[in-house]
């Protein structure tokens, strides 16, 4: 077993933040040399990679992490981390995440209640500032694990969410790549038929055009689909957009930004420690996206594991 070590293990996805995320990271790092921060930094080369170092570094010893970047290394960060004490059976607990905000998203921290501001994120570092977390982990039908940070959904947001992501593979940086997502997502707007249970109670079964489940409130740059989630209730909250008109569609369309989502009629929302999302036909068995990120096809099981983990915020 490798000494637990006290440094910060940070994460910096180079890519991240339509390629501003080295001159983000330099500002981040002159404050962690003048506020006293320990710390040891690593660079992401490939998809997943960061996962990788997370894993490793926790096997090294260390228990503290920030991922320099957006919501997708934040991710991957969390995943990596949980791998481990998954293979190890390593309580969550002790270990302590945190997000620099250098990407073109973060919701996460939004959710939080941290503020958009790489100085006011260092200076909670090395505050010790945190909280608990709930961990909420998810398994896809082609076997892929991952833990959920704050919102995945799948239907309307996983297919937005594989277009940017296609085009950042591709090597786009723009800010314009989600404007360009949403549009031809909505062009080509199909209703998925799903089954959806929570805690063994069938919540929605039928034709849909989404659905959405949150740790944390805010995803998509600001929309607020779980509006009522809390990252410490022991809840993971659902909200399904059922098929529907048009018009019924626009006149919904502002609770995605109100908040009032949990108030609607027409809209389906719920909460329970765990969610079974499963296809009513092989058309249905859509992609699923974690964080911002693809991870796999339905069906999928989430669950709230009951562990927590140490989150660098604000605290309540």
Not at 25 to 46: D, I, K, M, N
Not at 49 to 61: F, I, T, V
Not at 124 to 133: K, P, V
Not at 186 to 211: A, F, H, M, N, T
Request: glycine letters at 12%; a neutral charge.
């Amino acid at each position: 077993m490798c000494e637990t070590k006290t440094e910060w293990f940070i994460i910096v996805n180079p890519r991240a933040g339509s390629g501003k995320t080295i001159s983000g990271w330099t500002v981040a790092e002159r404050l962690l040399r003048e506020l006293g921060v320990p710390f040891t930094c690593a660079f992401t080369h490939y998809k997943s990679h960061a996962r990788e170092l997370a894993c490793q570094a926790a096997r090294d010893g260390y228990r503290r992490f920030v991922a320099a970047g957006g919501d997708g290394s934040v991710h991957e960060m969390f995943s990596g981390v949980l791998d481990f004490c998954t293979e190890t059976g390593t309580p969550a607990d002790g270990f302590l995440m945190a997000n620099i905000p250098i990407g073109s998203g973060n919701d996460w921290l939004k959710s939080l209640g941290v503020p958009h501001d790489i100085e006011r994120v260092v200076r909670l570092i090395a505050e010790g500032s945190s909280r608990m977390q709930d961990v909420i982990s998810m398994h896809a039908s082609d076997g892929r694990t991952c833990c959920m940070s704050n919102v995945g959904g799948t239907g309307f947001d996983s297919h937005v969410c594989e277009r940017v992501n296609a085009r950042k593979e591709r090597g786009h940086r723009s800010r314009w790549i989600y404007v360009g997502a949403l549009v031809m997502t909505i062009l080509k707007l199909r209703r998925i038929r799903l089954e959806v249970s929570g805690d063994g109670q069938v919540l929605y079964s039928g034709p849909c055009y989404s659905l959405a489940l949150g740790n944390g409130r805010f995803s998509g740059g600001g929309m607020l689909q779980t509006a009522d989630a809390a990252f410490d209730d022991g809840l993971v909250d659902v909200l399904v957009v059922p098929a529907m008109s048009l018009l019924r569609i626009i006149r919904e369309i502002h609770r995605l930004f109100d908040g009032t989502t949990p108030q609607s009629s027409a809209l389906v929302y719920r909460q329970c420690k765990h969610l079974s999302i499963r296809p009513l036909d092989s058309r249905s068995a859509d992609f699923i996206e974690v964080d911002g990120e693809i991870e796999g096809r339905l069906p999928v099981e989430v669950s709230v594991t009951g562990q927590r983990i140490g989150v660098v915020a604000p605290r309540a």
